[in-house]
């Protein structure tokens, strides 16, 4: 079958005056329906940049200067504005982590769903109330919260507001960049919760976005890791648990204490990710990577693919 959603060997350039630094460099993934991807890497690995490309939501110096984006067959990079406003929240909508914060302030929730669903379909507006109140009870809020202004609700619940509108027009992808991450552990617990309670009533899919690696292996199908702008290991979240293939995603499963062993075993990664502008030759985590060996400070990896659906690219594996 068809993936929901196709990218081929996407890439996002920032046009700065020194030059241009490639934040996404060849990435390629797929969707299928009713999936949880999760697109997992440290800040500043390309992550949202990546994400927002899918949505055309990028604004100069970024800029997409190669690949393919294909929702449901279409051709989501060759499409126009008016295409595009077509396209953004009814097939694929957009939860970002401070989204809560962008909430506006003078006008109620019931407001704020209604004029979403409005700006979108022909709807009365008492029709577009009714709608916001169901979808208010969808992410378990009682419908009497529909007059209630944003500060008088909690970060939680503001979230779940801001994913009621994520949700209010069916659309067959979401995208949640950290969604949870200004939340507080048993908040996003709670919330992670119901979207898997939503995603399985609803059907529709996810890519979900984090740093926390723990937080997708509960939560993921398949698992993405990006190091640098570039993927280094793809598979489902149970592969990626029990037979990790990369030392990157190796030493991201060792930073999680509640994954691995007893808190205070904390290994982590020495060092940080490399300046996009200044990339090491070779295999880009080569300066951090315990196994490095000579080559990879010359020669880039190949995709090495293990099984149908788990792909790691790293110089070990062809040894
Ligand atoms: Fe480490 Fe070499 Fe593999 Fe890169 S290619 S992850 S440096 S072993
Ligand atoms: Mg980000």
Redesign the pocket.
Known sequence: AQPLLSVRDLRVEYMTPGGSVCAVDGVSFDIGRGEVLGLAGESGSGKSTAAQALLRLLRPPAVITGGQVLFEGEDVLSMNDAQLRAFRWRKISFVFQSAMNALNPVLTIGEQIADAIQAHRPVKKAEAFDRAASLLKLVGIDSSRLSSFPHQLSGGMRQRVVIAIALALDPPLMIMDEPTTALDVVVQKEILQQITELKNKIGFSILFITHDLSLLMEFSTRIAILYAGRL?EVASAKELFHSPK???TRGLLNSAPSLRGPRGKLVGIPGSPPDLRALPP?????P??????A???S?V?DVRTFGPDHLS?????SR
Do not use: I, Q, S, T
């Open positions: 280094v990369h030392p990157y070779g295999c880009r985590f080569h951090r990577c315990p196994e490095a060996m080559h990879c400070r020669d990896p690219v790293c110089h070990l594996h």
